[in-house]
């Protein structure tokens, strides 16, 4: 006797747990008949995970957090018990504001500084000249890509909403933007960055790994009333997706899950791309330059799948300083306990490490992060535009 169990998912390589765990048969030995649905869009697989469409969904972590608190759609409690991935992210820039932005450049190129205070200045010279504002594409409002964009140009003296545009466009939709100039630059999730490298329409400036040394990017979310009343089904989910990101970590496994991801029907895109994510060996220029990073993307290594109520403090806070929520303590708490490590140690049968406040993100720009201190966080960085 097996659960069905219907799971949306976005075609990015970060939904690699996830995808192994079924098509692998981890999910089927755990007793979970499990049916991926492919979506185009992050609010189709916030609405369907919301609704009850869908059981379970790959979604962006600040969603959970924001449908947690009632932010920007309905007010719908999710808990995150399992990481699908740190870090993963970058920013790609057109071939011509790459050559703007080298011009300008002092400095380390893979320096997020230097290249955030090269962006100013060519962002102030567009403006002497009376050029239109450069178009930055994020995937969503409350996306890790939008406060990785942000925090990034923030940190060299760019106002993200004063002197740029910033877009919302679905992931597959971020090449095609480049392409045909409807965008400057963009933040996504692999493969598209590289994609857009191997087409020659855009440059790989940054991994978001440069900004934050380790940033959540996607989680299993779950509807809280759902997790409560079906706990051995969550157990079941956890334990299939842990052994998925354990297989996916084997470097001999890795041209078998570039294979399985490469499918129509789950990430379709080449193989050979789909590998390169997962080896942190990025071609980063269409001149065929590489660059390599051990922090690229992290699927089970150095604990990354253990959800971080730190984290979850960190987008919290990022959601206070842009804007789309006024602090308060009780919100706060309310974003950290989205995360539940609790639920994942249960399932592992692994003993429960202390949750700490201390620094987990690393960011290349102002102090260390403390979640017990979002004030002073705010208080470090003169761009923002916090509610009162």
Not at 100 to 109: F, L, N
Not at 117 to 130: D, F, I, N, T
Request: negative net charge; contains cysteine.
């Amino acid at each position: 006797m097996t659960t069905p169990l219907r799971i949306g998912f976005i075609p990015l390589v970060d939904a690699a747990a996830l995808i192994v765990a079924v098509d692998k048969g981890f999910c089927v030995a755990e007793g979970l008949d499990v049916a991926l649905v492919r979506e185009v869009s992050w609010s189709n697989i916030r609405d369907k995970l919301n609704i009850g469409l869908f059981d379970s969904a790959h979604l962006l972590a600040p969603v959970a957090i924001a449908s947690s608190l009632g932010l920007g759609h309905v007010k719908v409690p999710i808990v995150a018990p399992f990481n699908l991935g740190l870090n993963g992210n970058a920013i790609t820039v057109s071939p011509a504001l790459h050559a703007a932005i080298m011009s300008e450049m002092e400095g380390d190129p893979f320096d997020p500084m230097a290249t955030a205070l090269a962006l100013a200045r060519v962002v102030a010279a567009r403006r002497r000249s009376g050029a239109e504002p450069l178009t930055f594409g994020m995937t969503f409002p409350f996306s890790t890509h939008n406060y990785q964009l942000r925090f990034w140009m923030a940190a060299g003296g760019v106002d993200p909403d004063e002197d740029v545009r910033l877009v919302v466009l679905p992931p597959p939709y971020m090449v095609d933007s480049l392409a045909n100039g409807h965008v400057d630059a963009f933040c996504v999730g692999a493969p598209w960055n590289s994609v857009a490298v191997d087409l020659g329409v855009g440059h790989i400036l940054h991994f978001v790994a440069d900004i934050l040394v380790r940033a959540v990017e996607k989680v299993l979310a779950i509807r809280q009333d759902w997790s409560e009343k079906n706990p051995d089904v969550l157990t079941a989910l956890i334990r299939a997706h842990d052994r998925a990101a354990e297989f996916i970590e084997q470097p001999h496994n890795r041209v078998e899950v570039a294979r399985i991801l490469s499918s129509p029907e789950r990430i379709g895109v080449d193989a050979e791309v789909i590998q390169r994510t997962l080896d942190g060996r990025l071609k980063i220029s269409p001149d065929g330059t590489m660059r390599e990073s051990s922090r690229y993307l992290l699927v089970g290594r150095q604990g990354a799948a253990r959800p971080d109520p730190a984290q979850a403090a960190w987008l919290y806070a990022q959601m206070v300083r842009w804007g789309q929520t006024s602090f308060s303590p009780q919100a706060l708490k309310v974003a950290m306990a989205v995360f539940r490590p609790d639920l994942y140690d249960a399932a592992l049968g692994r003993e429960a490490k202390p949750i700490e406040a201390s620094d987990a993100i690393g960011a290349f720009a102002g102090p260390a992060f403390d979640a017990n201190d979002i004030a002073g966080h705010l208080a470090a960085f003169e761009i923002g535009r916090p509610k009162p």
